[in-house]
């Protein structure tokens, strides 16, 4: 019904930028939220920017100041700007997008993508 597509992850020496993109697409009617999670082995998932239809902008403590989450609503596609990135943030992170289903009777649901690899060296 609905994508997500990530892109943006790699490998980044410390104190190093990186952007991560994602892309939703499908059968979409609206889009109420888009955000950023990242889980690492062992731990659970935890939010790291989330950016609300309404503007609203939610950061984890650890990445405020340093992360910048933003969006393209023409293209239904979420940024997130990372710099000054610290070993720490090393983590698989996922889009999430809470999403309006086009259907006959509209209805909202949680998406999330494939996930990509950001590995910050010391």
């Known amino acids: 019904q609905v994508q997500l597509v990530e892109s943006g992850g790699g490998l980044v020496q410390a104190g190093g930028s990186l952007r991560l993109s994602c892309a939703a697409s499908?059968?979409?009617?609206?889009?109420?939220?888009m955000g950023w999670y990242r889980q690492t082995p062992g731990k659970q998932r935890e939010l790291v920017a989330q950016l609300t239809s309404g503007g609203i902008t939610d950061y984890a403590d650890s990445v405020k100041g340093r992360f910048t989450i933003s969006r393209d609503n023409d293209k239904n596609t979420v940024y997130l700007q990372m710099n000054s990135l610290k070993p720490e943030d090393t983590s698989v992170y996922y889009c999430?997008?809470?999403?309006?289903?086009?259907?006959?009777?509209?209805?909202?649901?949680?998406?999330w993508g494939q996930g990509t690899q950001v590995t910050v060296s010391s």
């Open positions: 499908g059968s979409i009617f609206s889009i109420n939220a």
């Open positions: 999430n997008s809470k999403v309006v289903v086009a259907n006959f009777r509209p209805y909202e649901d949680e998406f």
